[in-house]
């Protein structure tokens, strides 16, 4: 049988994204955080101090795409977020990042950051991480 080398690379890359997933779950456990609630806090910090809508936030969303309703209320609970009705549309609900949510992400952003280069480190150089990084972007992934 021929070696199809598309399906090779396929399959390394779910194994290489499934390893990078494990280290960022590992990096996020002391913080309570999933990977899913970074990346809302990610949104939230980088729109502040303007609101997101659940929508919004659900479209931007990069980890999956998990109950974005149920994320929110987890993180509300945790008081990372905070959720108001909009001033300008009573029917809108607006997303925003509470002081200590901002605090919470700088930490667990910096911890699942050095994870993934802390990994990607020990297995490319540089010139290998920017060569890997134009053909994720070529494939529409990046």
């Known amino acids: 049988m021929k070696k199809n080398d598309h399906a090779t690379?396929?399959?390394n890359f779910i194994k290489t994204a499934s390893q990078v997933e494990k280290k960022i779950k590992e990096a996020l456990q002391p913080f309570g955080l999933t990977h899913a609630q970074l990346n809302i806090l990610a949104m939230l910090s980088d729109s502040s101090p303007n609101p997101l809508t659940p929508k919004e936030i659900k479209e931007?969303?990069?980890?999956?795409?998990?109950?974005?309703?149920?994320l929110i209320d987890r993180?509300?609970?945790k008081q990372l977020v905070e959720r108001a009705t909009s001033p300008y549309?009573?029917?809108q609900?607006?997303?925003r990042?509470?002081?200590?949510?901002?605090?919470l992400?700088?930490?667990a952003h910096l911890s699942a950051k050095r994870a993934v280069g802390n990994y990607f480190n020990k297995y490319i150089n540089e010139r290998e991480a920017r060569a890997l990084n134009r053909i994720l972007l070529k494939i529409n992934i990046g």
């Open 9 to 11: 690379a396929y399959f």
């Open 60 to 70: 931007g969303l990069v980890v999956g795409n998990p109950d974005v309703t149920r």
């Open 75 to 77: 993180l509300c609970k």
């Open 89 to 91: 549309n009573r029917r």
């Open 93 to 95: 609900v607006d997303i």
């Open 97 to 103: 990042i509470s002081k200590e949510g901002k605090v």
């Open 105 to 107: 992400f700088r930490k």
